[in-house]
């Protein structure tokens, strides 16, 4: 009862990662349907409501034309997600399940054009917005009651769109890049060592990188963007590692740990007319021959620590801290935070004996990124010259599971 009990309430709290809190991270990839006793299935509704904002670049030109409020507004509309997925038991020694999530995306969408006599100035807008879908297949082994070897395959959708507008984007004023729609596979894999009568578990599970192909349509204010031959652009979503720990405590408590590892320095998106523009003006200012539209600097590295409270047989109460590294990227509109620290609290309500229902929420609390020198020759698009020390998120959670 007391694995039961523990690995339902575990995932009461949804493991989300605000948009712009490190690279694109946004699920955390969380096995916990995998390791649920019996057959399982849930649904989680997610909602993430974000308050983000910096201070463009540029500002004295715009003092001598009179104007004086230099915000971009709120950076991150508000964003939903859906995630869920079903665990079989097939007997004894094997397990099946079928996992969806959302693990990679962003949304930043902004418009900075203030009040010049009487007439908004187009200054810079954007709008951002990358997604990706995963269905992972596995099978699990158990030779007992301790062990448990499990593998599968993940298909992964990626797409996107990006468009830039304004005189701070410089030469790239009016750039627009679709990325439609590919599909493509990567593979998992995991061992789990648990001591029931204990309650203690710990799983280790890696996730594979996966590369993506995409026919980039890039365009200009004068129709496609046409400077060499097109190919295809390589996208490749990184690979990954999850560590989760927990034991009990008590007949009524149990702590648990989280530690995950996200491969993003080697991620990056360069569609090839964009890297054509940087490559003929590289040969004027060479600092800027590496630059990309979207790379990361450091790897990503996120904690938790929670612990949970069962009162009785339908209520269950969780509370959980949290803490992300970022990716070491300066401040810009697409990384407006570096990192994060994190508190959740959440409750837990078994409305029959097999089906339960859950509420959640986490309060984020942004780092601030480094502030890039506005006289570096390869500043990223497009930079902030400072970011709001109040930039913060609340996301909140509602997940239905049923055990059959």
């Known amino acids: 009862m007391k694995v039961h009990f523990f690995w339902v309430s575990m995932s009461l709290l949804l493991p989300v990662q605000a948009v712009s809190a490190a690279a694109l991270e946004q699920s955390g990839q969380s096995m916990h349907i995998f390791f649920q006793p019996d057959h399982y299935a849930e649904i989680s509704l997610v909602h993430l409501e974000a308050d983000v904002a910096g201070q463009v670049e540029n500002q004295a030109a715009l003092a001598e034309l009179g104007i004086q409020d230099y915000s971009t507004g709120n950076l991150a509309p508000e964003q939903r997600f859906v995630l869920g997925g079903f665990k079989l038991q097939l007997n004894p020694e094997f397990s099946f399940a079928l996992l969806y999530d959302q693990p990679f995306g962003v949304k930043v969408n902004y418009n900075y054009n203030p009040d010049f006599y009487g007439q908004p100035l187009d200054v810079e807008a954007a709008d951002i917005r990358f997604k990706t879908e995963n269905i992972s297949a596995l099978i699990g082994y158990h030779p007992d009651t301790h062990w448990t070897f499990y593998a599968g395959l993940s298909h992964q959708s990626f797409q996107g769109n990006l468009e830039l507008w304004g ?81 009990g405590i008590s007949a009524n408590n149990l702590l648990y740990a989280g530690i995950r590892w996200v491969n993003w320095k080697d991620f990056y998106i360069q569609p090839t007319q964009f890297g054509a523009v940087i490559d003929a003006y590289a040969t004027f200012v060479p600092e800027i021959k590496d630059f990309k539209l979207i790379h990361y600097q450091k790897d990503q590295w996120s904690a938790k620590l929670g612990g949970l409270h069962r009162w009785n047989a339908r209520w269950i109460s969780q509370l959980e801290l949290g803490w992300d590294s970022g990716i070491g990227n300066p401040a ?23 089906s339960f229902m859950a509420a959640g929420a986490y309060y984020l609390k942004f780092k601030q990124p480094h502030i890039q020198p506005s006289n570096f020759a390869g500043t990223q698009i497009s930079s902030l010259i400072s970011v709001n020390r109040d930039n913060h998120a609340w996301v909140y959670g509602l997940r239905f599971g049923h055990h059959f």
């Open 332 to 354: 810009s509109t697409l990384n407006p935070a570096d990192g994060h620290y994190s508190l959740g609290l959440g409750q837990l309500f078994y409305f029959r004996p097999d």
């Open 167 to 247: 005189q701070n984007y410089y030469i790239f004023h009016g750039y627009q890049a679709h990325f439609p729609e590919d599909d493509a596979w990567g593979w998992l894999a995991g061992v789990r060592y648990q001591i029931p009568e204990y309650a203690m578990s710990a799983a280790f599970t890696y996730r594979s990188a996966i590369h993506h192909q995409l026919a980039v349509q890039e365009q200009s204010p004068q129709g496609q963007l046409q400077i060499v031959a097109d190919q295809n652009t390589a996208v490749r979503t990184p690979e990954s590692l999850n560590l989760d720990l927990h034991t």
